[in-house]
């Protein structure tokens, strides 16, 4: 294992931002390992998310990133990159490549190439490995390795990371030389949606009583406290958590105990944003945003790996980390000899 680095601040940037989950996940992770972290540019087309990022954040994220001329982009350690998912969903018209939101992948891989971060890390939805028989998936991992990269892939679910949402997704991360990395196994308790739902919410989120009376219909009333969800055929199913929330789904797909929709605040929760966070956006944007963005518990334990395998922690802040997140598993850290990147290194659960 790396020993603790005295480096400088980590300076990263933030494409395709959304509203900051990446951002706050990277923070998160800085505070836990006592090391300091600056983000050196953030960037996303969409208006409403800048708005909802500059409030947070207080920092307007910059435009399109297609015009942006690679000399402007400040250097910087490590990029992040949650990049558009839809050419890659099942919910999208699965075009990949051909689609030209697809290619913004390339924009990743021209600033990669022309600023040679130290590491990367993206995030896209889990369809994306199985998209076009694997053929986009290893497309992207191939450009990536032409770069000059080390890099691996995992999907991770959210369930694991302790948030009562059922929600897997992709996480690339890749390295410029070999180093020790280790994927977070994600055993968090989950928490209940008790912890997650708010009380005395207002009639305006309550679905209509033809819908309400439709839910029975297909579902018996439950004791406990759970989301019911509509898939394509109709079929009505409840958990004690909640399926994946999406941005362009029906405002019906989710309904606490068949009865009402979640508030903004609730979606928000569902994917680890904390309370400080505001919401300066109306409803549906505030859906629009929650569904579009990624789990923050889940991004935050990737980037937390990526700084240990990078030497970027205080060895104090280290131990107590270890102890905190399963330290008999994450002690293996210390006892592995494999180095991450040789051809005859493995990576457990591949």
Request: aromatic share 10%; net charge positive; proline share 5%.
């Amino acid at each position: 294992m790396a020993k603790s680095s005295k480096k400088k601040t980590i300076r990263y940037i933030d494409l395709f931002c959304g509203i900051g989950g990446f951002r706050i996940a990277i923070e998160q992770a800085a505070i836990s390992l006592g090391v300091e972290v600056k983000c050196s540019m953030s960037s996303d087309i969409d208006l409403p998310c800048q708005k909802t990022y500059e409030a947070n954040f207080s920092e307007r994220p910059m435009g399109d990133i297609g015009e942006i001329d690679s000399q402007n982009i400040p250097d910087h350690d490590l990029l992040l990159a949650g990049f558009p998912c839809q050419p890659f969903s099942i919910i999208g018209h699965r075009k990949g490549f051909e689609d030209t939101r697809g290619t913004l992948f390339f924009e990743i891989a021209r600033i990669l190439e022309s600023k040679k971060p130290i590491a990367f890390v993206l995030e896209n939805v889990k369809m994306l490995k199985g998209h076009n028989k694997g053929k986009t998936l290893k497309r992207i991992i191939e450009s990536l390795k032409d770069l000059g990269y080390i890099c691996d892939f995992r999907i991770l679910n959210a369930l694991d990371f302790g948030l009562p949402q059922k929600r897997e997704r992709i996480f690339i991360v890749g390295f410029n030389k070999s180093c020790q990395f280790y994927w977070p196994n994600g055993e968090n308790k989950m928490k209940s949606l008790s912890e997650i739902l708010e009380d005395n919410v207002p009639e305006q989120y309550y679905a209509s009583d033809h819908i309400r009376k439709n839910r029975l219909k297909k579902h018996p009333p439950t004791d406990k406290l759970t989301i019911w969800h509509e898939n394509k055929a109709g079929h009505i199913s409840a958990y004690p958590y909640s399926c994946a929330l999406r941005a362009g789904a029906s405002y019906n797909y989710l309904l606490v105990n068949g009865e009402r929709r979640l508030t903004p605040r609730e979606m928000l929760r569902l994917q680890g944003f904390p309370e400080w966070f505001k919401i300066v956006c109306n409803y549906s944007q505030t859906r629009k945003q929650a569904g579009n963005s990624l789990p923050i518990p889940v991004a935050q334990s990737v980037i937390s790996q990526l700084f240990i395998a990078q030497g970027w922690y205080n060895e104090r802040c280290l131990i107590e980390y270890l102890k905190e997140h399963n330290a008999d598993y994450q002690m293996k850290i210390f006892e592995r000899k494999s180095v991450y990147g040789r051809k005859k290194a493995k990576v457990a659960n591949r």
